[in-house]
């Protein structure tokens, strides 16, 4: 037994090189699991099946084939305690390294998504798709006005705080109502394309309204404005406007030369045109004041043809045409994109006003 042991040490100190060239083996062994490993990665995909199976029956006992010269040693312990350790420790080496190599491996292998997931980034994708669609719709530009009508639309504002605008003495005030105001803008563009410098070279006509100076001024006096009557400045003509359009509804009553109470009527004065506004001719009369329609124009129907007939009568030698293109505009005030408003548009830009 003695010499078995001695025997045994000799072995051990004359053979370092055999235990160098396990480690060889074992470092093959862990390339040679991580190549396995990888291709078994690309076929049929990690953590289930005969890879995984092959993995845990390496962990339970690690391959002894090709080894012959390790089983050698491990026999010359005759099964001491020195020999089974040293062998022990020999081959626990490589099955750490493996196992190392085989954990690592686990925790970076990258399993196949679920098709519920892929369901949800599609669906993600689908969602931001529409509502940049639904942005790109919401902020496009689409057809408006000319830019001048908001510049005309606050100088209406101002023009119609004058408390003097409506006619007298039946306080008609169409012209600043305020589901019809427009109807100032409106014959603005259509006469002068919202320029209150706007000079009519065969007529002499100046600024926003379609009437002389003179016919301005006489307004303007009965506007009681603080100032001599300006055709250029947008608020005086905007005002005078007004008070001519409304004078052309409701009729106006005036002082004439022997200091007598002159009578005009209005578009309102006629029960024909009563019908036309408001569907029924009756008419309201009293004595000094002009006459007016018993039911107030308030259809769209109604307000488009007033607006055409005053468009004629406040626009001298203005064709039916016009007139109807003036009510159009009126009628669409909100939708610029309307089809008959675009042709209108492109009509007045080609015409310079």
Request: glycine letters at 10%.
């Amino acid at each position: 037994m003695i010499t078995t042991n001695k025997e045994f040490e000799n072995f051990i100190e004359n053979d370092d090189g055999w235990f160098s060239e396990i480690e060889t083996k074992v470092l093959d062994l862990e390339q040679e699991i991580s190549d396995w490993r990888e291709s078994r990665t690309r076929e049929i995909g990690y953590g289930s099946g005969p890879a995984r199976r092959a993995e845990r029956e390496w962990e339970r006992e690690p391959p002894a084939t090709g080894y012959p010269r390790q089983r050698e040693f491990l026999r010359a312990g005759g099964g001491k305690d020195r020999g089974r350790d040293y062998g022990r420790t020999a081959a626990s080496r490589g099955s750490d390294r493996a196992q190392a190599l085989i954990e690592h491996g686990r925790r970076t292998a990258r399993r196949p998504r679920s098709r519920r997931g892929y369901k949800i980034a599609i669906g993600a994708a689908a969602g931001l798709v529409l509502l940049v669609i639904g942005a790109m719709i919401v902020l496009r530009k689409g057809p408006s006005w000319p830019p001048s009508v908001a510049t005309v639309r606050s100088q209406i504002t101002v023009a119609c705080q004058n408390p003097n605008v409506a006619a007298e003495p039946n306080q008609v005030n169409f012209a600043c109502g305020r589901d019809t105001s427009q109807i100032l803008w409106v014959f603005a563009l259509m006469t002068s394309n919202d320029n209150p410098g706007y000079v009519d070279a065969k007529t002499g006509r100046q600024g926003l309204e379609p009437i002389t100076a003179a016919q301005g001024g006489q307004i303007a006096w009965s506007l009681n404005l603080h100032h001599p009557y300006d055709p250029s400045s947008p608020v005086d003509s905007l005002a005078v406007a007004a008070r001519a359009i409304n004078n052309i509804i409701g009729g106006a009553t005036l002082t004439g030369a022997n200091g007598k109470p002159a009578v005009q009527p209005g578009l309102e004065g006629k029960p024909e045109n009563c019908a036309r506004y408001t569907g029924s001719p009756a008419i309201v009369s009293r004595a000094g004041f002009p006459s007016l329609c018993a039911s107030p124009v308030i259809s769209p129907e109604g307000q488009a043809a007033l607006v055409a007939d005053v468009y004629q009568r406040w626009m001298p030698g203005a064709t039916a045409v016009a007139a109807q293109n003036a009510s159009v505009l009126f009628e669409n005030a909100g939708d610029p994109g309307n089809p008959q408003v675009q042709a209108i548009l492109k009509t007045l830009s080609s015409s310079g006003g």
